[in-house]
């Protein structure tokens, strides 16, 4: 868990701000993931990304996007088009895909609240 | 796509009692189940995984059961203690090849423990 880091601890968007959520590893993991979390609620992926330079939408993509240009970064943007982005984000990585590569490491989280 | 439905939503027990989550997944092509544990404003931890060419694990006092003809797994906790409260999250990830849903994981709503001293 140590090898993942999210930044900031805390973010405030005011509207029709597009804000920038952190995460970076240093684990040598390929695949990373996004997750939202809302209070007493499962995690709901976002996206996630299964290599460098590739990422596929998850169940609740709209008004979020992502990159993937570097193995260790995974930013996750919100966009003004997310209505209701007040949240506990989470991000994740796993060695790979593959059998046995998916257990899922968390970083600490990114609380965004709406200003 | 996944479906995880995860019961009960609330469990309370005694110190020392043993408790059990149980959780159903729809989609066959799921071979990966692990549980995590999430503490108040924490990340979740993994706490034990169980694959689908294995029935049953056990991490002394955590144990995960796996019955895939019938797409359900469950935790027990034997020998409960205070610190085991928390909410615990079950979860099915699909298997596949590069460019499907592989690794995907689809995670229950969490079940909320509560161990009474």
């Known amino acids: 868990d140590g090898g993942i880091t999210q930044s900031p601890k805390y973010l405030f968007r005011k509207e029709g701000q597009n804000v920038t959520l952190s995460c970076e590893q240093n684990?040598?993991?390929?695949?990373m993931y996004w997750y939202r979390q809302d209070p007493g609620q499962g995690l709901r992926l976002i996206y996630y990304s299964q290599i460098v330079n590739d990422f596929q939408k998850g169940d609740i993509a709209e008004g979020y996007s992502v990159s993937r240009e570097k193995k260790e970064s995974f930013p996750l943007t919100v966009t003004s088009a997310q209505k209701n982005p007040t949240a506990f984000y989470l991000c994740?990585?796993?060695?790979?895909?593959?059998?046995?590569?998916?257990?899922?490491?968390f970083g600490p989280g990114t609380r965004l609240l709406v200003l | 796509g996944e479906n995880v439905e995860q019961h009960p939503s609330t469990l309370s027990v005694q110190e020392g009692d043993s408790a059990v989550i149980k959780c159903t997944y729809s989609?066959?092509?799921?071979?990966?189940f692990p549980w995590y544990k999430q503490e108040l404003g924490k990340r979740p931890q993994l706490i034990i995984d169980?694959?689908?060419?294995?029935g049953e694990k056990k991490d002394q006092r955590i144990a995960v059961t796996l019955n895939k003809t019938a797409k359900h797994f469950s935790l027990h906790i034997t020998e409960t203690q205070p610190e085991d409260s928390a909410v615990y999250f079950c979860?099915?990830?699909?298997?596949?090849?590069?460019?499907?849903?592989?690794?995907?994981?689809?995670f229950g709503d969490g079940t909320t423990l509560t161990v009474k001293p």
């Open positions: 979860a099915a990830t699909t298997g596949g090849s590069y460019n499907t849903n592989a690794g995907k994981s689809t």
């Open positions: 169980i694959r689908s060419n294995v």
């Open positions: 684990l040598n993991h390929d695949a």
């Open positions: 989609d066959s092509a799921s071979n990966y």
């Open positions: 994740a990585s796993s060695p790979g895909w593959r059998a046995g590569e998916e257990t899922q490491y």
